[in-house]
């Protein structure tokens, strides 16, 4: 099991950046991929941006261009938010999954962004 601290989220006004960090328990090279996930009220938890201990990186459509995750190639991993919408307001969730195939959960940060 992987523990998971997020912090970073908050209230933005729309066109602004906001910067999320998840703090792992390890090496994020021992850990397959970690994303990002957000659940906005009545809605399905969906995926935001992954990035594997590779380095490679995906994307949900609604951010390209907008979003990009990182890691400090220790135990952090970053989501910068930039342009961000009123529709960008969500829990975001940080995740990781192990080579084994076993997904942690971070507890979730509220991110809101007025109009």
């Known amino acids: 099991q992987v523990q998971l601290v997020e912090s970073g989220g908050g209230l933005v006004q729309a066109g602004g950046p906001l910067r999320l960090s998840c703090a792992a328990s390890?090496?994020?090279?021992?850990?397959?991929?970690m994303g990002w996930y957000r659940q906005a009220p009545g809605k399905q938890r969906e995926l935001v941006a992954q990035?594997?201990?590779?380095?490679?990186t995906n994307y949900a459509r609604s951010v390209l261009g907008r979003f990009t995750i990182s890691s400090d190639n220790a135990n952090t991993v970053l989501l910068q938010m930039n342009s961000l919408r009123p529709e960008d307001t969500a829990v975001y969730y940080c995740?990781?999954?192990?080579?084994?195939?076993?997904?942690?959960w971070g507890q979730g940060t509220q991110v809101t962004v007025s109009s």
């Open positions: 390890r090496s994020i090279f021992s850990i397959n991929a």
């Open positions: 995740s990781a999954t192990t080579y084994e195939g076993r997904r942690s």
């Open positions: 990035i594997t201990s590779g380095g490679s």
